[in-house]
């Protein structure tokens, strides 16, 4: 019997991920990272972002490491885009095994009764429908080969209550919803769909949004009390589209320090409740 091949080895695949660039030369947000990654491993990357120079930079960072990637300008709420940046990757490299939806924006503020309605409608497209359209013509290429993964970015906003905007929290909702249904779809094809619901990691995008004091508030709010970054992310995206999670479809993973587990402060709260009860018991038994 052959030896196993070596473990979280791509030789051989192509990977798409869409938001492949960073705001910020040298920055490392969830695209990026997962497109280094990916290249690390072996995998032939098409690098997709509707700034050339976001991805630009994101390719020269593979290439001082020895990775096989090339640009590709999509903007992915154009569904003209997400079909000619698909036929492009299999042009240069001849295949599409992984899919990576990355694509995300905060969302416009405001509640039901204040918010832009064609902003909302716009960035349903950008969180939401663009996901929908890079898989409509990916999920083609996945069959021919046999196999697929796609891993569409959520948010822990979308598990959980109490985010104070509206697009953010329906439109990572609705990609959990849309992953369940694909994982359906297409698991007899062989196509498995997952997805990695991060909790507040330090991007570019967040950084741009956020004072030191919420920084730290934001930590203090998960299991850990550490900070997360794009590398946490990209680590666990890499497992999921890896031919060692071959028997995983459908799942939400969260990777967010344990924020969506419970709240932190509850063993304090806890500790002082059963010293309060202690002490009354005492003093009612005196």
């Known amino acids: 019997m052959p030896p196993p091949p070596p ?15 960073s705001r910020l030369d040298g920055e490392i947000g969830n695209g990026r990272a997962t497109a280094i990654l990916l ?17 630009q930079e994101t390719k020269r960072m593979i290439d001082e490491e020895g990775g096989v990637s090339e640009v590709i300008q999509c903007d992915v709420t154009q569904e003209s885009a997400c079909a000619n940046a698909v036929k492009k990757t299999v042009e240069l490299f001849g295949a599409v095994h992984i899919l990576v939806n990355v694509v995300g924006v905060g969302g416009t503020p405001g509640n039901v009764t204040e918010l832009d309605l064609d902003v909302w409608d716009r960035e349903l497209r950008i969180n939401v429908t663009s996901m929908v359209m ?9 069959r021919k080969v046999g196999r697929g993964a796609i891993v569409n970015i959520s948010s822990v906003s979308g598990l959980v209550g109490g985010n104070p905007g509206l697009l953010y929290p329906t439109s990572k909702g609705a990609v959990i919803q849309l992953t369940r249904a694909m994982a359906a779809h297409h698991g007899p094809e062989n196509i498995r769909v997952n997805c990695v619901a991060p909790g507040m990691v330090y991007t570019p995008m967040v950084r741009g949004r956020m004072t030191d ?53 509850r063993p304090a709260l806890l500790a002082d409740t059963l010293v309060a009860e202690q002490t009354a018991a005492a003093r009612a038994s005196s």
């Open 134 to 142: 890079m898989s409509r013509h990916a999920i083609p290429e996945m």
């Open 39 to 55: 290249a690390r491993q072996g995998a032939k990357v098409a690098l997709l972002d509707v700034n050339v120079e976001w991805a």
């Open 213 to 265: 004091g919420l920084r730290q508030q934001r930590i203090n709010q998960n299991l850990m009390r550490q900070e997360g970054t794009a590398w946490d992310v990209g680590y666990a995206i890499l497992f999921l589209v890896s031919r060692e999670a071959r028997w995983i479809t459908g799942v939400i993973f969260p990777v967010d320090g344990g924020t969506t587990a419970g709240n932190p402060n």
């Open 7 to 21: 473990a979280f080895s791509f030789d051989g695949d192509v990977a798409i991920v869409s938001g492949a660039g």
